[in-house]
Nanobody, 115 residues
Framework: QVQVVESGGGSVQPGGSLRLSCAAS????????MSWYRQAPGKERELVAA????????NYADSVKGRFTISRDNAKSTVYLQMNSLKPEDTAVYYC????????WGKGTLVTVSS
């Protein structure tokens, strides 16, 4: 069955960095665009970044442009989110999702940015 498992979250100080990973299984990863979302306490889930199936095309929410980088390794069926210059407003649970299997969400990984 389709499964995505996020990892790499944690607690960091403002200005710090984290790298999130999302391991996918149960579908042909290399043919699916992938996205990262986040949901902050009391807020709706929002799209953070997306990457095409080949990795050649990416796009980002304005709030993370220049700080976050999405990438993927099709050989490992894994998508990454490198997060630099983290801000307190980046605090959220981060999720990944396949564009072909949008009903399937993982449990997410919590990122806390606080001094």
């Amino acid at each position: 069955q389709v499964q995505v498992v996020e990892s790499g979250g944690g607690s960091v100080q403002p200005g710090g960095s984290l790298r999130l990973s999302c391991a996918a299984s149960g579908f042909t990863f290399s043919t699916s665009a992938m996205s990262w979302y986040r949901q902050a306490p009391g807020k709706e889930r929002e799209l953070v970044a997306a990457i095409s199936s080949t990795g050649w095309s990416t796009n980002y929410a304005d709030s993370v442009k220049g700080r976050f980088t999405i990438s993927r390794d099709n050989a490992k069926s894994t998508v990454y989110l490198q997060m630099n210059s983290l801000k307190p407003e980046d605090t959220a649970v981060y999720y990944c999702r396949s564009s072909r299997y949008m009903a399937y969400w993982g449990k997410g990984t919590l990122v806390t940015v606080s001094s």
